[in-house]
């Protein structure tokens, strides 16, 4: 049996409820009183203040260390996704999609490894890929009534959160008791699309047959226009001087010992992602008295994203001596890289350098599901409480490629010596024409990333009469996770070179080549430049035209290869070409139970607590298929493991209402994805990599501290800091393997998925804190301000940096984290400023070229204000990304940049209303 600890609440509601205040309010009103000394002579407050109380109360009164945001009124948030509302607290890292918070890190553990729910049931991914992390930009803050974060476990709560638990709180029908109707009407504005899409809100609530009864439905309907520039490398490699020699010699052109990094497929890139969302929720509860309440209650989401990311992709890789670099055009620069570089077309094509016109088009759709029933009974003492849920989640990737190429040019010329480091290109040929092609591919792969769960839980809650135990509580749980992918894959190829039109084919389980036609090498290239000259654009912006930084010259505009050019040459039909070593399903079956019991002792400084052990029983079932003698056959996997997952919240009140301590001491658990249990194998025939998953994986264990101490100075003001400390143990990280291709002898090298031997021990320390400055005179009585800091290390990471040896940090985890906001509020008129910035973060150790890469230190300020017009009316006005910040990516150095990403400035504009 492990020891696990989780202490009590801790610090961090102030970041999340800050954010929220700085929402516009919508009827923020504050009776002219002093500020009060004591919490039950306080002023009730609406707007900002109220939500800030309501987070703050969700805080103090936790039996676990928790952070919250409350949301007053439709739309109040301060962010525009569920995601972006939680980069405000302490502890919680945002990764971005296009400028849109997407999914979030909890102290330092992946989006995957953080378990998110929907009123206590599971929140589904529908991240391509099948993994475990939630896609926060389809879940609309106008559902919510609240969220909490909460980072120690007691044992009634579902396992699977590593580094915390998120939990959403939609808004219920007794919440208010007098039937309403409200939405709200915006408009926002992209700078890099120059578009304006809208955004609609509604929800309306009533009670009914004497009160007893109760429905709310709202729904939320929205349009966006994503567009965002990026300049990337794909990967930074290190040459072998002579392939034709036994061994690797590294290319070394400034003679220092060390081999030189070479930039691996430099490109430029503008992604347009036009979105469509909707969402619907409808609670119905039943209240004869008040000892009783059943529910049924469902919320659906669906976004349709239809995808044109036009690439200008360079291949630099050719197998000969000194790799094509010619040395007497180019320099090395700072940390072995090359600041520029000319690579000598030496070889012809196919196999030589070349230059790419290519688009990713298709759509993207993801569909969530989650419904479930139950009841609440108190019999005396007892209560009953009973849950029955479904939830069901789809991501579906249409992708369709169109990809025009120039094999076999003369020369390319990448020149990295400007203030960003980014790449500014030279080309033999003219990009905005269709001079030089000799190869047009339209490709098809469709993905489906199924999962479902089906869950049912029973728990009965005891209250003794006095005496030590305050609460006497178990339950049991079943939850059944099914996770399934089916993958496709048909191109057609026309190769001017050889004059072959090339099909492809998954019969004998890997991809092979099948020749439709062969035509004279000239006709089939003069038919590829005349079908692109009369099909493609050259875009609707100049590339990187609206960042501020990044990108001083060179290539403004190529061809645009979009649906018109891929639907000229004819799309092919790919159902009928299933990819099996991509094909899978995994099934988790899940059968907890546990017991715990609250407590509550002393008369000077009162000790209250939650402790209690978990036990969880798994199952995994992994199915998929293996090429055997080159015949397709089917595999399966079973895998069982049992957790005993111990905790321990404790708090002590040394001033009542004031100032408390807490120390938490809980072990949590966090299982793989399903596509790292999957039996899958895939191959990346350009970078001559591949990837397979690995069915008998155990699941990350760890240890978890906290130790903290919170100041509440009044209904809206506190101060806390916590030290918290995480020992995991059996983590996932990638190993590497060799693979020899058996009908090419192509050997390529394949990451598995394997439980790491060593133990990772995260330790750090939150502050946070938030505050009306009511004491101030007249108008500067409705300033407030809300802070905090994380700072995080790590020790014990086993990867290591390949060339130099160097210790990396625990991926994902950034040293350095924080939230300064400042407001006002007055009875009219409220306006917020706040600024969220992160230090650089490990993305994974091993990259492409071996190197490790990193997100870069990133920050944003985002602001809002609002008019109250009357108490049901009001307007309000919001911009994001107001500095046009810019986020870049590095392989282990500023001057191996891997991507530079603009994606500008958002603005919002509405009307918000209640009747």
Known sequence: MRLHGSIGTTSGVAALAWALAFAPAASAQVEAQPAPQDEASEVVVTGIRQSLADAQSVKRNSAQVVDAISAEDIGKFPDKNIGEALQRVTGVQITRAGGEGQSISIRGAEPGLNRVEINGQTALSTVVGSGRAVEFRDLPVEFVSRVEVVKSATPDMTEGGLGGTVRILTRRPFDSKKPFIAGSVQGIYGTLADKVDPKVALIGSTLFNNDTMGILVSATYERRSLWYDQLRTTGWRQIDRDPATAGVQALDLNGDGRGDFYPDIPRPVINRESTKRGAISGVFEWRPNPDFRAFVEGTYTKSKMTLDSQFLQLNTVQNIVDGGVDRTRTTIGPEDTATSVTFIGSLAAPNGLAVSYRNILGTQNRNTFNAQT???????????????????????????????????????????????????????????????????????????????????????????????????????????????????????????????????????????????????????????????????????????????????????????????????????????????????????????????????????????????????????????????????????????????LPSLNLKAELIPNRLQLRATATEVLARPSPAQLAPRFALDAVGLTGSRGNPALEPYRARQYDLGIEFYANRTGYLSATYFRKEIGSFIQNGSEAYVEPTTGVTYTVTVPVNGTSKVTINGAEVGGQYVLDFLPGALGNLGVIANYTYSKDSGYADRDVFTGGALSFPGLSRHSYNLSGFYEDSIFSARVSYNWRSKYLITSRGRGNNPEFGEAYGQWDASAGVNLNQNLSLFFEGVNLTNAVRAENANSIYRRTIIESFGRRFYAGVRARF
């Open 374 to 644: 139950g009841f609440d009974w108190t019999l005396g003492r007892l209560t009953l409480q009973a849950r029955g849920g479904y939830a069901k989640s789809r991501a579906y990737n249409n992708e369709i490629n169109a990809t025009g190429a120039a094999l076999g040019i003369s020369s390319l010329t990448i020149d990295y010596d400007n203030d960003q480091q980014a790449p500014n290109i030279t080309l033999p040929l003219d990009q905005t024409t269709s001079q030089g092609l000799n190869q047009l591919i339209v490709l098809r792969r469709p993905r489906y990333n199924d999962q479902e769960e089906f869950d049912g839980r029973l728990d009965a809650e005891f209250k003794p009469e006095g005496g030590f135990f305050t609460s006497l509580k178990a339950g049991v749980q079943k939850r059944v996770l099914t996770a399934d992918s089916r993958y496709f894959d048909r191109s057609v190829t026309l190769n001017g070179y050889n004059g072959q039109t090339i099909t492809n084919s998954y019969a004998t389980g890997v991809s092979s080549n099948v020749t439709v036609s062969t035509v004279p090498s000239a006709q089939l290239t003069q038919q590829i430049r005349d079908l692109v000259a009369a099909n493609a654009t050259l875009g609707d912006h100049d590339f990187f035209g609206n960042a501020d930084r990044g990108y001083d010259g060179g290539i403004r505009r190529w061809l645009n290869l979009g649906m018109q050019v891929a639907d000229a040459v004819g799309v092919p039909d790919p159902f009928g070409n299933a990819v099996p070593l991509d094909t899978w399903e995994v099934k988790d079956d899940n059968l907890a139970g546990y017991g715990q019991a609250a407590f509550a002792f002393g008369d000077g400084i009162r000790i209250t607590g939650v402790t209690g052990l978990r036990v969880v029983d798994t199952r995994t079932t992994s199915d998929g298929f293996q090429v055997r003698a080159g015949t397709v056959t089917p595999v399966s996997f079973e895998g069982h493991y049992t957790e005993f």
